[in-house]
């Protein structure tokens, strides 16, 4: 990583990078041999969306990072429909309680994929489970599924 760009500042190391947004997804410090193409990034669970790319190193808490995402989702959702305007604020509580969100996490996203009205809450469960998933056993597992 030091090779691209210098590295991170301070000779940080990277625990994650964030592709396409906040909703796009995240990779593992040792998963980024990936071209930036919809194709690609999907089948590691990740979206383009806008192209951007950030760093997270590892100084950062992975439930840190996942409560953040979820604080982004409660404050940008609408509000026009219940399942993204409920779902992101029960989510955020899930997050910040810290443990496995269990079987409630499993009905949730599910309500949130099917029932959201646009590609915003649509699109939350699978940016939360490529955040886990990036993390590996650093998160409850839960969160993957
Ligand atoms: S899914 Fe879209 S329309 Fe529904 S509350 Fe979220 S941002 Fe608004």
């Known amino acids: 990583m030091t090779g691209l760009g210098g590295g991170l500042k301070g000779g940080a190391r990277l625990a994650v990078l964030q592709v396409g947004g906040p909703l796009g997804g995240f990779l593992p410090a040792d998963g980024l041999d990936v071209a930036l193409a919809d194709a690609d990034l999907a089948a590691r669970g990740a979206a383009l969306g806008h192209g951007g790319l950030v760093a997270f190193d590892d100084s950062l808490e992975p439930a840190d990072v996942l409560r953040h995402l979820w604080q982004f989702a409660a404050a940008e959702s609408c509000g026009a429909c219940s399942p993204c305007r409920v779902g992101s604020r029960r989510g955020l509580e899930l997050a910040a309680a810290g443990d496995d969100p269990g079987p409630e996490w499993a009905r949730l996203s ?24 990036a993390y590996g056993q650093r998160l409850p597992t839960g969160w993957a599924t």
């Open 110 to 133: 599910r309500v949130l994929e099917e029932a959201s009205l646009c590609a915003f809450g649509r699109r939350l469960p699978a940016a939360v489970r490529s955040l886990v998933r």
